[in-house]
């Protein structure tokens, strides 16, 4: 079946919405938990019916074969297929094989793959929409912390390793007058 045109401004508006995604130190869970919000909020504000953990067309690998996998969101519109949307931190295998089994039957599939980057693109006509991250390791026991700032949240920039107090005074050129500020 044909995906509807509309595909590629499906993907961009997502794309849109993910771009004002912040947090900092966040675990793994946390990460793919916002974003998931993030995306149901999407579907939400363009008037969709929104599913989580909704079924997929791929059945589950025996011995599970009368159960079918699970998509992270789903959207139903009232014009052109659903949008179906998967969210991993991980590059897997059966996410690229579930998403193109959901665009064979007649739906818009995407991507939402988030971490450091290194990203590798499905074949079309998966959506590959990436969330950069940055990583460090959290404290004991509670494995890597993940954070994304806006763009113009940079810290400041590093100060002079002159310490304060060594510096020569300099006399400022004051043109002798009345005193008064001008």
Request: with cysteine; aromatic share 6%.
């Amino acid at each position: 079946m044909h995906v509807a045109d509309d595909s590629e401004w499906v993907a961009a508006s997502l794309v849109r919405r993910l771009d004002e995604l912040t947090f900092r130190d966040a675990t793994t869970d946390q990460v793919t938990a916002l974003i998931i919000d993030s995306v149901v909020g999407w579907g939400r504000a363009a008037g969709w019916r929104v599913y989580r953990r909704a079924s997929s067309v791929l059945p589950l690998p025996p011995p599970l074969s009368g159960q079918y996998s699970v998509l992270d969101v789903a959207c139903a519109r009232p014009t052109g297929p659903p949008v179906v949307i998967e969210v991993d931190h991980t590059d897997r295998r059966r996410t690229v094989e579930k998403l193109l089994a959901e665009a064979a039957a007649g739906r818009i599939s995407i991507w939402v793959r988030w971490g450091p980057g290194r990203f590798v693109a499905p074949p079309p006509p998966v959506h590959l929409i990436t969330c950069v991250v940055t990583g460090r390791s959290g404290p004991a026991g509670q494995g890597r912390l993940y954070s994304r700032v806006p763009a113009n949240d940079r810290p400041p920039p590093a100060h002079s390793a002159t310490p304060i107090g060594s510096a020569d005074a300099v006399a400022l050129p004051i043109s002798p007058g009345d005193g008064r500020p001008r």
